[in-house]
């Protein structure tokens, strides 16, 4: 069933539908969320689960079941704002975001050190630097190029996972995989020449990792973003993207002061729980639009 869906949005459906104008393309997603919800049950159970303990005594039943509703939902409109970002006529129509804070941004491109925009797993992230790049902010993405995906079965996985990467790629542009030998290299080649580099803080994929209290439980954050930013000098400035393409928001925050150190280590640990604390607090104002509660 799995592998049945992942060939079915990689081939038909991205054919048919992607170039559909956005609403007519939602009034497919809303009629495609309660298949998804029902196919997705045991994973939004397990969201549920994690959003209570994030979210503590105060947070009613209802709450948490509304909440893991939308997320489930909002994964649906992210898979079809992937398509429409993929169709040239189609994307010229996308609706312009919100942009708050977006001189904090020009001020720190225009200091020549390069940034690091950093920010969570959020839904709209991919259509967010979509809209910066047509502003002429193009910003180089980190990920891993080897994604798990627990929705592949063995086909999917051996045939199919291959093509979904291809098909990030010519969404989000420019990246630097984490299995790269030269991935610190080039990073900091971006940043000398005054680029800028979007870290997601709450992937831990990196070999260095710290543990910090974060929603109710210990978890491991990578420390090589800090290595970076200790080394460089780049401005590091949160980035919060929310939304999808009918209505959509991009908010930089002012940069972040880090605490100077000589060591590694005392930097990491003067300045890394900080950087948790910011993102904890977006996931929880916006918990329905965070995607790593648990992977869908």
Sequence with gaps: MKDILWFLYLYPLRMLVSPLPSRSLYRI???LEPIFRLVARKKRIR???????AFGTEATADFISSVSRRYVSNAVYRALDDLTMMHPKASAAIEPPEIHGLEHLMNAVAAGRGVILTSGHFYANRLAKYHLAKLGYPIVSTRNGQPPDGWMGRFGARFLQR???????????????IQDPECSLKIFKRLRAGGIVNVHIDANFSEKRVLIPFLGVPRSFATGLL???RLSGCAVIPLL?????????????EPVVLAPSQSREEFVKQNLPGLARKLEEQILEHPDQWEVWVRL
């Design 29 to 31: 997603g809303r009629a």
């Design 47 to 53: 969201a549920s689960r994690r959003m209570a303990v």
């Design 163 to 177: 093509r979904y990467i291809e098909f990030l790629h010519g969404i989000i542009g420019e990246e630097i995989f």
């Design 227 to 229: 290595e970076i930013a």
């Design 241 to 253: 993207c929310l939304g999808n393409q009918i209505a959509s928001s991009i908010t930089f925050g």
